[in-house]
């Protein structure tokens, strides 16, 4: 009989912590969770919310091997991990397998040593079932949102839709902000900036005016005043100024770092954390918690002074500023110091260092820096004076190790080298610039910058960060893109050598890159909620809502009664605003008139995505339909520009006699020709490409096609050698087969294709491909043209791979 089992949530973490036990413990995972709540009737309401759950079919297998591994143990150790869902996660094991409370015994670690198991191991303690029932308000709370608001969706917008309580929240602080900056107007004022020349030295003094000027008259009137003025140094004040390292780790402030100076996603770092912490490399990485353990503290001190000297050393202790009551009570930092690499992959690597880095900072001395400020008087202008502020490190203490980026934008205010100065001196002016400056708008929240919003607004906990920005994306009710900017001119007026120079530039504005922006779908929904169902949207309430599962965590209430209160309120809007009729679908946007036929031109979203249609469907004459194109919005989109797409389908040309026309469809831009699609690639426009250019599209595609296919066989069309994206290989019956490396594909006859199949087939199953004849490599669906209602405009999503930034 074994005598230990132990059930963790993760096969990589099983493996790790069975290194440590030894004989006598077997290590068994549950991955994950082992069961949930039923899909349909899975909450009485009226009994109280009791939950009914159910074990998956996927997880019956396990479940079974699991009991039969517990029968057969003396003792059973849940291991999962120790925040709301891991304690859920052994007390769904407890009661699924039917464990023997006397033979069990729950162990919980924040990090995967040997000492921490063996502690774990010395300390059992029961399942905390306050903790159990604050993860349990939070699914049964969003389950009961989900499936009461998903069907008012479906129902006054369109089918599929679905609705959350923290994702819903999320959504709007997306939506707000895009308004915010389609609503913004720019105000222009002058950055007036000067170089004074300084006697007996070779650097040139950077200096700027102390205030932003509002039209170019004054700054012309300025620039004429400091042909004749007398510039002298009036004040030179020298200030200490002390920089302080940032606290350690938590989930929020990792995600946003490794953003910015990782370029990883917010669900990337999760990943990559949680297998760093899996393999015993860092504690674990879902908390809120800054503070960290006396082991921890003297392993960084020994640390320092051994690598950088006593000076270096400062340690301290930081306080954690968020409630803390639903994670773990340590930071994210390496569980050995001693160790400043792992081996591991890639992005394992640079996301240890920078945690290790973060570490080791916290417990590093202040920087000292000396701030010099010089103050320039105008001999003419007594109101008006230059400054010049430069910056010197006088004991770089933890910026020898660390420096915390940040995602505001780049702030113009500069420091610049101080040469040697004498107060009364007379400066000599080399050159005065004043350069048209304009407000900026705010800025689109990108994935980690959402995280630092949502964690101030007391929204989601660190375990809901990540699922809450990936479901908003997998919805579509956010994208996360690229954004081009737009040109713009601005003045920049140069005063050198007496004279006036006045210059009209270029550049480039509101360019935006892998930054979260709302759909038409996404808008519309959010509206819909914000419209029916404020409180959902509320971000106070949402917060409040968070605060009263942590007093759930804590003991303080019934969770029962969480969703109780919560459920008074909500249910009957519900039924209010299912039952309420609206004269238009919830969406619907009236541009105004069609001029040819005088038909109600608006824009709505459509079963496929956002569309514009002229008419309505009981007019004598049949409602026109077009898709809108990629960039265009229902919430900015002009009658003409609305109109612009019933151009389409558009008769291009003729090629051997047949029509090439351009239209756009489900998937986009494409040219038509004898019945096959060609997509039309970025740079080319529906509206306006040319013959020459679709006819080279249309010849690039036949050409491909012809090399698809090296050989066919008339005795089994189902079988063909082709050429792949990585080289050939073999389609049979649907499932396509590796070619051995060392075989030429021209000279394969069809009895030894067969036999590589059947070798392959032996071996293990291959991957189904979605046609039985792929080289004919004809369109799943073909593209609706413009004329036709079901248009979709696929979003393509490619991954990009991410800067580096040294920490």
Do not use: C
């Not at 120790?82 to 409370?101: M, P, Q, V, Y």
């Not at 107007?185 to 509002?214: I, T």
């Not at 906990?461 to 956010?478: G, L």
């Amino acid at each position: 009989m074994q005598k230990n089992l132990v059930i963790v949530e993760s096969p990589a973490k099983a493996k790790t912590i069975e290194k440590f036990l030894g004989e006598g413990y077997k290590v068994l995972s549950s991955y994950g969770h082992v069961r949930d709540l039923k899909i349909k009737d899975g909450i009485d309401v009226k009994n109280n919310y009791r939950p009914t759950y159910v074990v998956s079919d996927d997880k019956k297998e396990l479940v079974n091997k699991l009991k039969k591994e517990a029968k057969s143990a003396t003792m059973v150790w849940l291991a999962s991990d120790e925040d709301r869902e891991g304690e859920a996660i052994s007390w769904h094991l407890f009661e699924t397998l039917n464990l023997d409370k006397k033979k069990t015994k729950r162990i919980v670690f924040h990090e995967i040593t040997q000492t921490a198991i063996q502690q774990a191991i010395e300390h059992p303690r029961g399942i905390d079932y306050n903790l159990v029932d604050a993860q349990q308000a939070r699914r049964v709370l969003d389950r009961i949102v989900g499936f009461e608001l998903s069907p008012i969706l479906w129902k006054k917008i369109k089918p599929a839709l679905s609705a959350g309580r923290v994702q819903s929240v999320a959504v709007r602080l997306i939506v707000d902000r895009e308004r915010e900056i389609n609503q913004f107007h720019a105000e222009a004022s002058y950055r007036v900036q000067a170089s004074f020349q300084v006697p007996g030295e070779s650097v040139a003094l950077q200096a700027e005016l102390g205030r932003r000027v509002k039209t170019k008259e004054e700054v012309l009137a300025l620039l004429e005043q400091l042909k004749d003025a007398v510039f002298t140094i009036e004040d030179i004040a020298k200030k200490p100024v002390k920089k302080s390292p940032a606290a350690p780790f938590t989930t929020s402030t990792l995600q946003q770092e490794a953003a910015r100076k990782l370029g990883f996603s917010v669900s990337q770092t999760m990943m990559v954390a949680q297998r760093l912490y899996e393999s015993g490399h860092i504690t674990y990485m879902r908390t809120d918690s800054v503070n960290l353990s006396s082991l921890a503290i003297n392993t960084s001190k020994s640390e320092i002074i051994s690598a950088y000297g006593e000076k270096y050393l400062k340690t301290r202790q930081f306080q954690t500023k968020s409630k803390g009551a639903q994670e773990a009570h340590e930071a994210i930092r390496p569980t050995y110091m001693s160790s400043h690499t792992v081996k591991a992959t890639v992005q394992e690597q640079k996301l240890y260092e920078l945690i290790w880095k973060r570490t080791i900072a916290s417990q590093m001395a202040d920087a000292e820096l000396e701030r010099t400020t010089v103050s320039i008087g105008i001999s003419n202008n007594p109101k008006d004076k230059f400054q010049s502020v430069g910056e010197v490190i006088k004991f770089d203490g933890f910026l020898h190790v660390y420096l915390e980026s940040s995602d505001e934008e780049l702030s113009e205010e500069e420091t610049s080298i101080i040469p040697p100065l004498k107060i009364k001196a007379e400066l000599p002016l080399n050159e005065a610039i004043a350069t048209e400056r304009f407000t900026q708008r705010p800025p689109r929240y990108s994935e980690a910058s959402l995280v630092r919003k949502m964690e101030e607004l007391g929204i989601g906990r660190p375990s809901t960060y990540a699922p809450t920005i990936s479901t908003i994306q997998n919805r579509e009710y956010v994208v996360k893109g690229d954004k081009p900017g737009h040109k713009r001119s601005f003045s920049l007026l140069t005063l050198k050598d007496g004279l006036i120079k006045d210059q009209i530039e270029k550049e480039t504005t509101g360019a935006d890159k892998a930054k979260l922006m709302p759909t038409d779908i996404g808008i519309v929904v959010n509206d819909f909620l914000a419209e029916n169902f404020p409180s959902i949207l509320d971000y106070s309430f949402t917060a409040n809502v968070e605060k009263e599962f942590d007093d759930v965590a804590e003991g303080l209430v019934k969770w029962t009664k969480t969703i109780d209160d919560f459920y008074k309120i909500f249910h009957p809007i519900v039924e209010q605003t299912a039952a309420a009729k609206t004269e238009y679908k919830v969406g619907e946007r009236v541009l105004g008139n069609d001029p040819a036929s005088g038909r109600l031109v608006f824009v709505k979203i459509g079963r496929y995505g956002p569309l514009v249609q002229i008419g309505h469907a009981d007019d004598e004459e049949k409602p026109l339909f077009a898709s809108l194109l990629k960039g265009q919005s229902i919430e900015t989109i002009t009658l003409e520009e609305a109109l612009k797409l019933f151009e389409l389908p558009r008769k291009v040309g003729e090629l051997n006699d047949k029509p090439v026309t351009a239209a756009i469809g489900r998937f986009g831009p494409f040219v038509r020709h004898d019945n096959k699609f060609v997509s039309i690639p970025k740079g080319l426009d529906p509206f306006t490409i040319s013959i020459e250019d679709a006819i080279r599209l249309i010849d690039e595609k036949r050409l491909r096609e012809a090399q698809k296919v090296i050989k066919t066989f008339e005795n089994d069309p189902e079988t063909q050698l082709l050429n792949g994206r990585y080289g050939p290989y073999i389609a049979s019956s649907g499932v396509n087969y590796k070619l051995p490396k060392d075989r030429v594909p021209i000279e394969l006859t069809y009895e030894e294709i067969m036999e590589i199949v059947k070798d392959s087939s032996e071996k293990k199953p291959k991957r189904k491909v979605a046609s039985k004849t792929e080289a004919k490599a004809k369109p799943k669906t073909k593209p609706k043209t413009a004329s036709k209602a079901k248009t979709k405009v696929k979003t393509s999503k490619t991954k990009t791979t991410p800067k580096v930034k040294t920490a």
